[in-house]
């Protein structure tokens, strides 16, 4: 990795300003988290930093409250669930203090007060428009808390924010958490270095949201898989007959150029062979297997890939050395539909704990499928940032990643 990790600082007695993602579910009255995911995903950069002897001070967004303080968006339980997660599981007793505000006077004194090896949690950034807005101004109030910059917020890299780009500005040092730390190597080596055959997986329901996920595969792997509701543009480019399946008529000419380009260097594009449709995407219609070759009829729509189509994609994954995989290969919410999905999360948590593959998955679906088949702890990584995954297998820059200081390895080189 080319960036300062958190490794490479001394902590102890610093102000460390850590930027983590604590955007996670609340019960109705928002009193309690109802899914610590996110917490737990950032407890070792946490707890590397407390028992370092940091003053630790944690930032995040949580919900949309559109720049003003909303009392169902605070961040005031995710410090509760924090203090019991570091106290039952890392025997950290540390007090973990919660500050109303993120910025001002309150903030300030709270800040002076922490000691060594002691955590604070501040306020809902969003709850002013400043942060979004990555306005300099409160970018610098941010920056003014602390001694040290550290971004352990993968998930919200791809936002030029305040707290994720403009606080970089005004630190002497700004190094990559743990959690982020472990995104860029995987996500990085599989882009640049990866074993092979390195085998991707795209799905999900347009064409148009993967486009340059496309584009940027199609000269590093070796096998591009797609599903989902995607796949049938790419079929219809083919000439196929696909119903009412989901295809973006504009998108048509594009998909023939991927297929030529796929041709034209010799690697493996498949797409579904057969198909489970129906006349309804809700699971309340009859559905029918549409065999190998087959049109599917006008009055149906393809909603799961099927079973011969498992097998092909299943052989492709079964002999891979590495594996990216992102969103599902049907409405795979629906009962009905979950099949093609459910199969290949095991295929490639197969490919993974028997072959040794590296697998990689992102976007919110995918990491669901893995985790709904029960084959979540034998996949290499999942991604903590469905957009910001995205993006970096697009090819483009996260401004949360490239404000972060460079190492002396990379400066050296």
């Avoid at 720049?67 to 924090?82: D, F, H, I, V, Y």
């Amino acid at each position: 990795m080319s960036k300062l990790s958190i490794r490479d600082i001394e902590l102890q007695n610093k102000r460390v300003f850590m930027r983590v993602d604590f955007n996670v579910p609340l019960s109705e009255d928002g009193q309690h988290v109802t899914d610590d995911t996110r917490i737990r995903e950032t407890l070792p950069t946490i707890e590397y930093a407390i028992r370092r002897g940091a003053k630790l001070i944690l930032a995040s967004h949580l919900g949309r409250p559109k720049g003003k303080p909303n009392p169902k968006m605070s961040l005031k339980p995710a410090a509760e669930r924090l203090r019991i997660l570091l106290d039952h599981e890392l025997s950290l007793d540390c007090n973990v203090a919660f500050c109303p505000e993120c910025v001002g006077p309150i903030a300030e004194e709270m800040v002076s007060n922490l000691e060594s090896g002691q955590c604070l949690l501040l306020e809902n950034l969003r709850f002013h428009a400043e942060e979004e807005a990555n306005d300099q101004t409160f970018a610098k109030k941010l920056a003014s808390l602390c001694d040290i910059y550290v971004n352990d917020a993968f998930g919200s890299a791809h936002r030029a924010h305040a707290s994720t780009e403009g606080i970089t500005h005004f630190v002497k040092q700004s190094a990559a958490g743990l959690l982020m730390q472990k995104e860029l190597e995987y996500l990085g080596r599989a882009l640049a270095d990866p074993d092979r055959p390195f085998v991707a997986i795209l799905g999900g329901a347009k064409v148009s949201d993967k486009i340059e996920v496309v584009e940027n595969l199609l000269g590093r792997v070796d096998a591009l898989l797609i599903g989902g509701g995607m796949a049938y543009t790419f079929l219809k480019a083919k000439g196929a007959e696909v119903g009412k399946s989901l295809i973006e008529a504009d998108k048509i000419d594009l998909a023939k150029q991927m297929i030529a380009r796929a041709e034209k260097k010799g690697l493996q594009l498949l797409l579904p062979i057969d198909h489970i449709v129906s006349t309804s995407l809700k699971g309340d219609a009859p559905t029918a297997t549409i065999a190998v070759g087959k049109p599917i009829p006008a009055e149906q729509m393809a909603l799961d890939i099927g079973p011969k189509t498992v097998e092909l994609f299943k052989n492709a994954i079964s002999d891979a050395r590495t594996i990216v995989w992102n969103g599902p290969m049907g409405v795979f919410e629906v009962g009905a539909f979950a099949n093609g999905t459910m199969k290949i999360a095991r295929a490639v948590a197969e490919a993974t704990s028997e072959n040794g593959a590296v697998s990689i998955i992102g976007g919110g679906d995918s990491v669901a499928a893995v985790k709904q088949s029960g084959v979540a702890d034998q996949i290499t990584h999942i991604s903590t940032g469905g957009g910001a995954s995205l993006e970096f297998l697009e090819g483009k820059t996260l401004p949360g990643v490239a404000a972060l200081t460079e190492s002396k390895a990379a400066v050296n080189q």
